[in-house]
């Protein structure tokens, strides 16, 4: 583990990587996007933007981390021979892009022998001149170098909530059944269409909590990390790590009420 790069090494690649990332696909967001094809199901689109940021992520990667692994939302997926894995949403919220709403980033994180030890989430479009989170493992989260901390909500029943749908009918009927539980029991729920700033939104203390079952690792690789360095609890149910069975992101005295609730009936949560 020692020959292995400082975690503020990877968190400068990932970084400067994002902000490339960024800038072109706010330069292509300048001009007309269209759906290029979809995924899951018709309403899971895929627009050529998505596959140029790839493209150029996995490219800075070669030259700055040549041996590094990648996994990638788009496709990507190389062997790692340096220990290092590079896990990688390179539009996060292409129906927000797509509809010029600004919840829409570039997620990148850096694995260690199964481990995320940096991540980033680079929102081009929020806060007018564009916002960053990062997070080192051990090393605390920062949005614009502003430290976070999470919220110290300690009620569920005032707890501001947020939580996502996929996009298979199947998936959003049972993700709505789960939520006519968890409405009565919390303050409110938002919905905001971009797993990462989800995340990072709650490590902020901006939401008090947040959870999403059908995520997959580029989801919430660099938001949970930096969900987790801002104090906040990440995990699954039932004891279980955050996964596409379930990703939980809320203060300590918060997660076991709303992991609880979340598995009250499981299979209400099943396709």
Known sequence: MSDLPDPDILLDVALTIAREAGELLARGREGTVAAESTKSSPTDVVTALDRASEALVARRLGE??????LLGEEGADSASSTGVRWIVDPLDGTVNYLYRLPNWAVSIAA??????IAGVVHAPALGGAGTTFTATRGGGALRDGSVLTG????ELSRAL???????TVARR???VAVLTRVVPRVRDIRRMGAASLD?????????????????KPWDHAA???VAAE????????????????????APPALFGPLTDLLAEDPRADRD
């Open 199 to 215: 995340l990072c939104a709650a490590a902020e203390g901006v939401l008090d909590a947040y959870y999403e079952r059908g995520l």
């Open 173 to 175: 009927t049972a993700q």
């Open 161 to 167: 909530v947020a939580t996502g749908f996929g996009y």
């Open 223 to 225: 938001g949970a990390l």
């Open 151 to 154: 919220s110290t909500e300690t």
């Open 64 to 69: 700055l981390r040549p041996g590094d692994g």
């Open 111 to 116: 694995e260690v022998n199964g481990e995320v």
């Open 230 to 249: 801002a104090g906040l609890r990440v995990g699954g149910l039932l004891g279980r790590r955050a996964g596409e069975d379930l990703v939980v992101a």
